[in-house]
């Protein structure tokens, strides 16, 4: 959970819920009343849980550091930022308006169809081939 002494909360708990961690069994549910999934991560391999946000058409905005800002499109499903420009984020959050938030809700699970079990064969596929041919 989120101290209620630090700076951000102090600035924004009138207009933003902090949650802090959310146990899986309660987190489908939690994204259906959201519109913003926020994700902060300093270093994390994948972070499913962007990709359940995304297809319950919450917009995702997500530090670079986490593999899953490789599925955010900046504008199209949400936003990526760089760990130290917590200012971008505050600036695309109070910045955005309702219509262009609920194109980009739209815009969420509709960025995710292209990655089937199918397209992951072809790009380990690829890479296995490619590696093939830079070693022959």
């Excluded at 530090?63 to 600036?91: C, H, M, P, Q, R």
């Excluded at 980009?104 to 992951?120: I, V």
Aim: with cysteine; hydrophobic share 35%; aromatic share 12%.
């Amino acid at each position: 959970s989120y101290s209620k002494e630090s700076e951000y909360y102090k600035r924004y708990c009138d207009r933003c819920v902090f949650h802090g961690h959310i146990p899986h069994s309660n987190m489908l549910e939690e994204l259906e009343k959201n519109d913003i999934v926020i994700f902060p991560s300093l270093a994390d391999g994948f972070g499913f849980s962007v990709t359940e946000a995304l297809l319950r058409k919450n917009i995702a905005i997500c530090s670079k550091n986490a593999g899953v800002s490789e599925l955010i499109v900046d504008g199209e499903n949400g936003f990526t930022y760089s760990i130290g420009e917590e200012d971008k984020v505050i600036s695309f959050l109070c910045g955005i308006t309702r219509q262009e938030l609920s194109i980009l809700q739209e815009k969420a699970p509709e960025s995710l169809r292209k990655y089937t079990w199918d397209e992951y064969n072809e790009q380990v596929n690829f890479a296995v081939n490619r590696v093939v041919n830079i070693q022959n």
